[in-house]
């Protein structure tokens, strides 16, 4: 009898919904996960909290982990990575490399959920001086910070009085090579803005933007708040350069609603960088066999009604190994990716008529 | 042995991809859908094409029915709505009102997958004079003029010289209620100025936008094209009438880009309108007793990590029932909410271990 395993390559959002996904309608799941722990990004990165409630991350993660486990037949593989693949749908052969060395495991299905990393605002463009200047800080830095309940210019450890989000680092950027707009990146930086002044009395803060691109609900649950209620402040405008002075740093820019120059002093500038596919999308792309598009994310070649096929039959993907995702994407592509996963897996083991 | 059937409330893209999902894994699926045709509303509004490649609705339509229906296990009621709803999670019973009048059916496990409505513009904002001059149209007047292969003014009969869209009519609006953005508009509209471009020679296309939304991948695939290759003319503005003047249209508003007052005068206006639930959503959230958002959407009680679980056990949600969503989403959302309800049926049956 054909192994009726599927095989979740990946344990963040996308990766826990698709085992979840797949272990409720009957398969045996197995998570690989190359890091010692679940969680994904939100874990790794050190999230403070997700969009669009401002829920605490570890919390909101720890709860999609412990439902996950819950499923019987699901079981985890941390530190392991996957070296090899043969076989076809219904009878792959992985190979793995883990803490016990290298060992084959029978799957029917794989569910490639290995996520994005962030863009380095230091490859290419330098534009902003991230690795120049300690108060030039990106998203997930500021997470971080936010998460240890503490904001503060690192240059000097004392709370800035001003503080500016740059849009689009990484993002609808011909030079670079990253064409597509990175999606989350508006919601993120306006919870990250409602946050840093709820924590940091009398700052101001302001988002420097093209477009803000906070579609669907988003629009009332973080733009509408952040803009009202927390008074975060936007101003449509292309930043230019960032600058040192005085021990501060000067943006300058075109505010281009105004129509004219400007050059605003802040104290701490946070670039909203965008979304790469992590090393391990791109390797497990290679490993697979399956086709990349031309930023280096998983193609999904069925078009917008199969949003979890691959160019490999028998192979899924879901979440932002496909390209820019929320987490709502990941969950639903990923639910979506561990049913057709336990398809296949069903199939091969007779259980379905 | 309680019934091991998922009922999918809705035959379009979204309840498609559920019914598909549901029986992929072993459950047996009823499609209840009150028109005489599946689709949904790309087939019952006559879309001509879908985002984001311009393929032909029904050619695509036609192909997610075909695929849904071969799956064994799968059936279809026309002309059938759900009148009502008892029992519990493994164990309801939906009564049906049918072409052979009312029956009770008994399902584990319902998908409410009953999407949306375009907003009426001429509900409550007057503006844009749409029951007032002939050559204001909305989105999906121009999709089907579109499948019809000629865009002309509904007026006269001619091609039109001058076009123009304007965005967020009936979205992110306090004054009517629909504060969220609708998501999709800015890509559709995008698209459809696309095809006018190729459809009319010379024909000179105007966006006007508060912020083009195009997120993701639709960024490459439609923005760029639509500026760069089909040169359709993106103007940041609020419009805020429209009026007869030598039998053309004036459209005035103000430039914000330029920060200056505009009028011009166009053969064909396009109202971008949104999306609201529709009468079959807000009626299915009452006979199910599942709860909705203040926009009258189903609500997700869960959070962004569960996306198609609604307040009542063993009924799931997805697709534009939910609120503004793309193909993409239903299609996730749909394979999601499919496997869940599947998971409570086969559970029912003692299928799963």
Not at 204 to 221: A, K, S
Request: net charge negative; aromatic share 8%.
């Amino acid at each position: 009898m054909a192994s009726s395993t599927v095989a979740v390559i990946g344990g963040g959002p996308a990766g826990l919904a698709s085992a979840a996904s797949a272990a409720s309608v009957g398969a045996d799941v197995v998570i690989i996960e190359k890091l010692g722990f679940l969680g994904g990004r939100p874990i790794e990165e050190n999230y403070a909290s997700i969009t669009p409630y401002l829920r605490s991350a570890e919390e909101a993660m720890g709860e999609v982990i412990a439902n996950t486990l819950a499923h019987p037949g699901v079981s985890v593989r941390l530190n392991t990575t996957v070296a090899g693949c043969s076989g076809e749908a219904g009878d792959f052969t992985l190979e793995l490399d883990g803490p016990g060395g290298t060992e084959s495991i029978e799957v029917a299905a794989v569910v490639v959920a290995t996520g994005f990393q962030h863009f380095d605002p230091g490859r290419e463009t330098q534009l902003y001086g991230y690795y120049e200047f300690d108060d030039v800080i990106a998203l997930q830095d500021l997470e971080a910070m936010l998460k240890e309940g503490r904001v503060t210019r690192p240059s000097n450890g004392e709370e800035p009085k001003r503080v500016c989000f740059i849009q689009c680092v990484g993002s609808r950027d011909r030079q670079i090579g990253n064409e597509y707009c990175s999606k989350v990146c508006c919601g993120v930086a306006s919870k990250e803005a409602t946050e840093v002044r709820l924590a940091v009395p009398g700052v101001e803060v302001f988002i420097f933007y093209i477009d803000m691109r906070m579609y669907g609900y988003w629009e009332t649950q973080i733009y509408w708040p952040a803009q009202e209620k927390h008074h975060v402040q936007y101003v449509k405008g292309i930043i230019t350069e960032v600058l040192p002075k005085d021990g501060r740093l000067l943006v300058r820019g075109e505010d281009t609603t105004m129509g004219r120059p400007m050059e605003v002093p802040m104290d701490l500038v946070v670039l909203s960088v965008g979304m790469e596919p992590s090393p391990g999308t791109r390797k497990m792309a290679e490993v697979l066999g399956i086709e990349q598009n031309r930023f280096g994310f998983i193609e999904a070649p069925k078009g917008p009604l199969d949003t979890v096929a691959t160019s490999r039959e028998g192979v899924f993907a879901a979440g932002a190994s496909l390209g820019p995702a929320d987490l709502e994407d990941c969950s639903s592509s990923g639910g979506f990716a561990g049913a057709r996963a336990a398809a296949v897996a069903l199939s091969a083991r007779g259980a379905l008529r």
